[in-house]
């Protein structure tokens, strides 16, 4: 199937933890994002890689570090969990700038819960 | 920073109804998409209508863009019950590092 796949989909852990999220896709985009979606369903971009080039870097605590190995993968790293960071993080992928008319595509969400 | 507001936040119709949703946003755009989300999953790409268009239709969905009053609308029609989901309007900004930034969301609620 083509998709964007992440993983894991529930992710439970303790303040001060350090965890990982998997995205990758195979639509062939060359661009990949990562969103967050607060309790409130407010979605904010927080980094977005192109051909593994960082080219979006929003006002996101340095705690999170998004790492690119190709332009098919993005993972999100996330070091001394807070419990702020509680909520539903969300890989997309595109075409790069929407040149090609078509809109994001995303995966089905990870939902962590620091306690 | 949000850019598109959507308007009203929550709505509740009866099966067979038209859904008409409104989306306002501020800055310049190059394209504005609407989105559809059930409940516990991802978001899915619905429609996509570029600022030189006015209009555009896909299936039982009809968007329209008027970029002087820089806002928009997602119309529903024949709503079903499988329409239930939060509706986002997004815009993609122009200029430099464009990218897709979504409003608060729509709660559409069809009754059967």
């Known amino acids: 199937d083509t998709a964007v796949s992440q993983t894991p989909k529930y992710l439970v852990t303790q303040m001060g933890n350090d965890k990982s999220i998997k995205c990758e896709q195979n639509?062939?985009?060359?661009?990949m994002y990562w969103y967050k979606q607060d309790s409130k369903k407010f979605l904010k971009i927080m980094f977005s890689y192109n051909n593994k080039e960082l080219i979006i870097n929003e006002t996101v605590p340095n705690r999170f570090s998004p790492k690119s190995p190709d332009k098919a993968h993005l993972n999100l790293h996330i070091n001394s969990l807070e419990l702020g960071d509680s909520a539903v993080y969300f890989c997309?992928?595109?075409?790069?700038?929407?040149?090609?008319?078509?809109?994001?595509?995303f995966g089905s969400g990870t939902r962590l819960t620091v306690v | 920073s949000q850019q598109g507001e959507e308007d009203p936040q929550a709505l509740s119709i009866q099966e067979g109804e038209n859904a008409t949703m409104n989306c306002s946003y501020k800055?310049?755009?190059?394209?504005l998409q609407w989105y559809r989300q059930n409940s516990g999953r991802g978001l899915v790409h619905l429609i996509l209508?570029?600022?030189?268009?006015r209009e555009k239709h896909s299936g039982r969905l009809r968007v329209t863009l008027d970029t002087s009053k820089k806002s928009s609308s997602l119309l529903i029609t024949a709503s079903r019950a499988a329409d239930t989901a939060s509706y986002f309007c997004?815009?993609?900004?122009?200029?430099?590092?464009?990218?897709?930034?979504f409003g608060k969301g729509i709660t559409l609620s069809v009754r059967p």
């Open positions: 209508i570029r600022s030189n268009e």
């Open positions: 800055t310049s755009i190059n394209n």
């Open positions: 639509l062939g985009h060359d661009t």
């Open positions: 997004a815009t993609y900004n122009t200029g430099a590092n464009s990218k897709l930034t």
């Open positions: 997309a992928s595109s075409l790069r700038g929407n040149k090609a008319g078509y809109g994001y595509t």
